[in-house]
Structures are given as structure tokens and as C-alpha cells.
């Protein structure tokens, strides 16, 4: 069955230390992935994605994430993270299907402290 | 470009009520549109998914009944909660999917708070 797991519920770090966020998928084929991120009460905003092409992607507010098949992961990175980045963050794989159906990973809660 | 807007952000409603929720994208026609529930410090939960001018397809243990939607022109779409019980009481998101788009990108609105009481 088609799933995606983010291991960490929740995750602290301090201001300016790096970050990785975990995901992990379960699919046939190659998927596209996403990373999004919702402050409290909000919609969700995209960070990145993967569809096709080289598998080190470049996001908004300087993440990054790793697209890796032999470990169908697409970890979420930052080198240095700031207090305005606490926030959830979500992956999500698309998968065909014509409607372009997302499946959501449970999230990962971080918080940043000074 | 690409915004999707929902109306309203939040409502609250006395039990037995009906609820409506609009979703619109306001700068690309949307053929495809999402409509999600998520719990409290939970995921997002996929309700239905209805292409304009068709039935919504609901997911597996979403009442048709009782979440009517509807996507009757390529920027709106909307969920009314029937008869709502405060259990229906969660964070409504309805995302968004066109031809401007590209292959399975989504944007999303920023969501509805129903309270029932």
C-alpha cells in the first residue's frame, strides 16, 4: 500500500544548528514528492518538490531536500535554521492516479529555541 | 499567481445547523479540487476530490451526505457540512489543481475553522 512516514513527531533545535527532517515512502514508482509548512492556523505553503531531474532540490527560505530511490527518503535539510522556521512541516507524495492525489505524512512538529 | 482563497476563515455554528465553505482560485482555472480535514496536531486527511462539473469522488469513510460538494465552474468549489454536530468541528482545507499548475502540484488555501457547538 502506498504510505508515507515521517518518523519524527516533534523535533527541537537551537537557533543557528542545522537541521534534517525525515521522510520515507512506500510506492512502486518513482513518485513526486513535496515538503510543505504550516504556521499555526494556516494553510499550507510549499517549500518544495521533486518530480524528475537531478535529486537535490532547492526550496524557499533555504531548505533543501534530497530525493534518494535506494532509500525511498526525500529528507528535508537546512544548514541553519532560525526561529521563524518553527512551525509543522509536512511530506507529501503524489501519486498517478489522474487527480494528482496526495498522501500526506503525519508531520513533524519543530521548535527552534534561542 | 496560483492563490486559492477560502471563505471564511472561520465560522462557528450551533448543532443541527448547515455549514458552507467556498474555495476559489483566483488567478488559474482550476480543474481539479481537493477538499481536506485535518484534526487537531494531525495530518491532513483527504475528503473528496471533484473535477469541475462532476460528482465529487469521496474517500472511504466520508459521508456523501452529510460533506455535499460541489465544483460547478473552474475557480470555485464548495463543501457544505450538514446537519453539523460538534464532532464535524475540525480545520477545513480545499487545495487546488490546473492546467497552470504542472503535474501533480496542488496549492492550497489557507483553510476554514468550523467550531460546532
Known amino acids: 500500500a502506498q504510505s508515507v512516514t515521517q518518523p519524527d513527531i516533534h523535533i527541537t533545535v537551537s537557533e543557528g544548528a542545522s537541521l534534517e527532517l525525515r521522510c520515507n515512502y512506500s510506492y512502486g514508482a518513482t513518485p513526486y514528492l513535496f515538503w510543505y509548512v504550516q504556521s499555526p492556523g494556516q494553510g499550507l505553503q510549499l517549500l518544495l518538490k521533486y518530480f524528475s531531474g537531478d535529486t537535490l532540490v532547492q526550496g524557499i527560505k533555504g531548505f533543501e531536500a534530497e530525493f534518494k530511490r535506494s532509500q525511498s527518503s526525500f529528507n528535508l535539510r537546512k544548514p541553519s535554521v532560525h526561529w521563524s522556521d518553527a512551525a509543522e512541516y509536512f511530506c507529501?507524495?503524489?501519486?498517478?492516479?489522474?487527480?494528482?492525489?496526495?498522501?500526506f505524512g503525519a508531520g513533524t512538529r519543530l521548535a527552534v529555541h534561542p | 499567481g496560483a492563490v486559492v482563497s477560502q471563505h471564511p476563515s472561520r465560522v462557528i455554528c450551533k448543532s443541527g445547523t448547515s455549514v458552507k465553505i467556498e474555495c476559489r482560485s483566483l488567478d488559474f482555472q482550476a480543474t481539479t479540487m481537493f477538499w481536506y480535514r485535518q484534526f487537531p496536531k494531525k495530518s491532513l486527511m483527504l475528503m473528496a476530490t471533484?473535477?469541475?462539473?462532476?460528482?465529487?469522488?469521496?474517500e472511504q469513510g466520508v459521508e456523501k451526505d452529510k460533506f455535499l460538494i460541489n465544483h460547478a465552474s473552474l475557480t470555485l468549489s464548495t463543501l457544505t457540512v450538514t446537519s453539523a454536530h460538534p464532532e464535524d468541528s475540525s480545520f477545513y482545507i480545499c487545495?487546488?489543481?490546473?492546467?497552470?499548475?504542472?503535474?501533480?502540484?496542488?496549492?492550497f488555501g489557507p483553510g476554514t475553522r468550523l467550531t460546532v457547538l
Open positions: 471533484s473535477n469541475e462539473g462532476s460528482k465529487a469522488t469521496y
Open positions: 507529501a507524495v503524489g501519486f498517478s492516479g489522474g487527480y494528482n492525489k496526495l498522501i
Open positions: 487545495s487546488a489543481s490546473g492546467l497552470l499548475a504542472g503535474t501533480g502540484e496542488q496549492f
